[in-house]
């Protein structure tokens, strides 16, 4: 009895060492478990190290685009430092520069434009223009402030005179200047025109360096 009382508790004792091998079976499947939990947690760390990557990607567009700017402004900045090539003297607002043109009638008086000046015979010297209202639709006067081309010397005299609504008429030698209305630039055709228009005949020599 006594043996056969020994062998159930050996053999309880055998079971007991059985259950406790399980029991430390299951706490290693519980240890091996803990890597999976590492790997949970080093993918927020794999996520963390793509910040400095997306950084440093961002870091080469931020100076690319300076870059960019910075080349962008650089032309602005030099153009607008450009001096000017060469001073241009423009004549003052209404100057009415008159010059020495050739034309079929030789050289006479013009405007810069190249419309080619008159007088009028029944003007007086130093009188106020005669040709006015149905006349001056066809024969302009020549307004403004008289001045000479830059290679233009002419041997009389400009003024000006009031002529009709206040306007300032250019007059040469004292005789109010006109131009033919609807002539072509260079054209005389208004030369002789009643007998009493004249175109002004000058000569190359009052043109500097001809």
Not at 46 to 60: E, I, K, L
Not at 66 to 89: C, E, I, L, M, R
Not at 114 to 143: E, I, L, M, N, Q
Request: hydrophobic residues 30%; aromatic residues 8%.
């Amino acid at each position: 009895m006594r043996k056969s009382g020994w062998t159930v508790a050996t053999g309880l004792s055998s079971l007991v060492l059985l259950l406790t091998a399980c029991g430390g079976s299951s706490s290693s499947t519980s240890t091996t478990g803990a890597p999976s939990e590492t790997v949970t947690q080093g993918t927020p760390s794999s996520s963390s190290s793509s910040g400095p990557a997306t950084s440093a990607t961002s870091s080469p567009k931020s100076t690319a685009k300076a870059k960019a700017t910075s080349s962008g402004s650089s032309p602005k900045q030099t153009a607008q430092a450009q001096p000017s090539s060469g001073a241009v003297t423009f004549p003052a607002i209404g100057t009415t520069v008159l010059i020495v043109e050739h034309s079929n009638l030789g050289w006479v008086m013009a405007k810069a434009d190249g419309y080619v000046v008159y007088t009028y015979s029944k003007d007086t010297k130093g009188g106020t223009p005669t040709c006015t209202g149905s006349c001056a639709a066809y024969w302009a006067p020549v307004t403004g402030v008289p001045k000479a081309g830059p290679a233009d010397t002419f041997p009389g005299a400009f003024g000006i005179v009031t002529g009709a609504g206040g306007k300032k008429v250019i007059t040469y030698n004292g005789y109010p200047l006109y131009t033919f209305v609807g002539a072509p630039p260079l054209s005389t055709k208004g030369n002789g025109v009643e007998g009493a228009w004249h175109v002004i005949i000058l000569s190359a020599g009052d043109i500097s360096g001809a």
